[in-house]
């Protein structure tokens, strides 16, 4: 845990975000207090050694925030639900994909070798390479002018393609751009401005993804400054609850079911589906019975 904070603090230059980081990923809906003292110092300690080290973060410019009212306020909850979904559209498509590459393709160095040769073509057909890589770039230029609105999307499908066919990490800052550039799209709709809904998108569409809806909202008030404090923590956590029992940790454990549902505590997101399966034959059986 204490790793993951300083790993997560030094990366970001967020090291409040990246210790809530490391305390809330371990399992949903539960924080184990005994390790806020090491993962705080590691975190603090990651960041400034990083800083040391000549490490610059990117920083991002969020220059309109409107007050809060009524609309404002309404219009956040409905950008979470679409975060939260598309951050579980994610999850599920690389999942769905990776699950899909191992059962037809046995040979497991084949798998991303298919995959990168059909991202390679992709690439060459469009001919951009602005949906591959890190897109520092992308993520810079959705928080100062208007975007093509279906630059998540494209994000979304080339990421989906590379992890999903065996390419591992990568999935962090992807996430960004998928929800800066989302929010970019989202802005003209809800009549936001287009740099503070990017920097919610930013955040939230990790946070249903990753669900570590507190973790992110600490990331936007570092990052973008407080201000944005308020309406982050609604997209967030609407992201959070939007994305269901799904996250791109599959190692991630269920410590409290999101929903009134029954779940057992311990389970692991990679485990959910095999014991669905098993409730619904069981619950078949007694039917018959």
Not at 44 to 59: A, K, S
Not at 179 to 188: I, Q
């Amino acid at each position: 845990m204490a790793g993951i904070s300083a790993g997560f603090a030094s990366v970001f230059g967020t090291p409040l975000a990246g210790a809530i980081f490391g305390l809330e990923v371990l399992a949903i809906g539960r924080m184990r207090y005994d390790a806020i003292f090491p993962c705080f110092i590691a975190a603090i300690v990651g960041d400034q050694i990083g800083m040391l080290c000549g490490i610059h973060h990117t920083h991002y410019v969020v220059s309109s925030i409107v007050q809060v009212s009524v609309w404002s306020i309404s219009a956040t909850i409905i950008a979470g639900i679409l975060f939260g979904l598309v951050g579980m559209a994610f999850t599920n498509a690389t999942h769905g994909l990776s699950d899909f590459m191992k059962k037809t393709i046995r040979y497991s160095p084949l798998r991303p070798f298919i995959g990168g040769l059909v991202v390679a073509i992709a690439v060459c057909l469009l001919g951009t390479h602005r949906y591959i890589g890190l897109g520092i770039p992308t993520i810079v230029e959705s928080f100062h002018q208007q975007l093509a609105p279906w630059d998540f999307a494209g994000k979304m499908a080339f990421t989906i393609a590379s992890l999903g066919s065996g390419f591992k990490g990568g999935e962090v800052t992807p996430l960004f751009y998928i929800g800066a550039t989302l929010g970019n799209a989202l802005a003209p709709l809800l009549h936001l401005p287009f740099s503070m809904l990017a920097g919610i998108g930013f955040v939230a569409v990790f946070a249903g993804a990753a669900n570590t809806p507190i973790a992110a909202t600490i990331m936007a008030i570092e990052l973008f400054g407080p201000e944005i404090g308020s309406f982050a923590g609604i997209a967030c956590v609407v992201s959070y609850l939007l994305s269901g029992h799904t996250g791109i940790y599959r190692s991630q454990r269920i410590g409290n079911a999101k929903h009134h549902r029954h779940i057992p505590e311990g389970l692991k997101l990679g485990e959910l589906s095999g014991y669905r399966k098993r409730v619904q034959e069981k619950t078949k059986i007694n039917s018959r019975q």
